[in-house]
């Protein structure tokens, strides 16, 4: 398995893998959701304890033509046949921000939605479909510089405090709570 350390470019994936995520699978109540293995997103914090500064996350402002578009949201998408979701993370948090996994260190993950079930009124679907939410946090404990990709209107580094008041992508939104105080125990003890 490629290390976390390495930049996706550097991974040795075969061609044929790569993208082999990318579909529908089935979510509940007749819904799709993007990527056929899963899903996975990077939830990364910036801040020191020591220096008492206030923990900044970064959020995407998803482009209005994604799913769930003129959302806010993690930079993130659909998980290879390959991946871990820690890798799938990286490599897209690497293609919508620029964000180089070698300037990451990986706390922890949770997975924040699914599984979802196939559904046997739609077999062109996969099923069994998780979305994962990798926490980390920056390397030097700055704020990294981002370059967004077309998925993007906006990167932007938000304090913790301020995430609520953003127009939240619904999935994300519903996985916050949960997510802000598992973020709380691991910057406490990282």
Do not use: C
């Not at 939605?113 to 739609?122: N, S």
Request: charged residues 20%; proline residues 7%; negative net charge.
């Amino acid at each position: 398995m490629p290390s976390l350390l390495n930049t996706p470019d550097d991974w040795p994936i075969v061609d044929v893998m790569r993208g082999d995520g990318d579909g529908w699978a089935a979510a509940p109540n007749g819904g799709a959701v993007w990527g056929k293995n899963g899903a996975a997103g990077l939830l990364l914090l910036a801040g020191t304890p020591v220096n008492e500064q206030p923990w900044h996350m970064l959020m995407q402002h998803r482009a209005a033509w994604t799913n769930n578009g003129d959302t806010w949201a993690l930079p993130g998408g659909a998980r290879d046949s390959h991946e871990t979701a820690a890798e799938t993370a990286m490599r897209e948090a690497f293609e919508e921000t620029g964000i180089d996994a070698k300037q990451i260190v990986v706390l922890d993950s949770v997975v924040t939605a699914g599984p979802f079930p196939a559904d046997p009124e739609r077999p062109e679907l996969a099923g069994n479909w998780t979305y994962t939410t990798v926490l980390a946090r920056t390397r030097s404990g700055e704020q990294l510089e981002t370059t967004a990709n077309e998925e993007s209107l906006e990167l932007r580094w938000v304090p913790l405090a301020d995430v609520d008041d953003l127009n939240l992508m619904p999935a994300f939104a519903k996985a916050w709570p949960g997510l802000k105080e598992r973020l709380h125990r691991l910057v406490v003890s990282h």
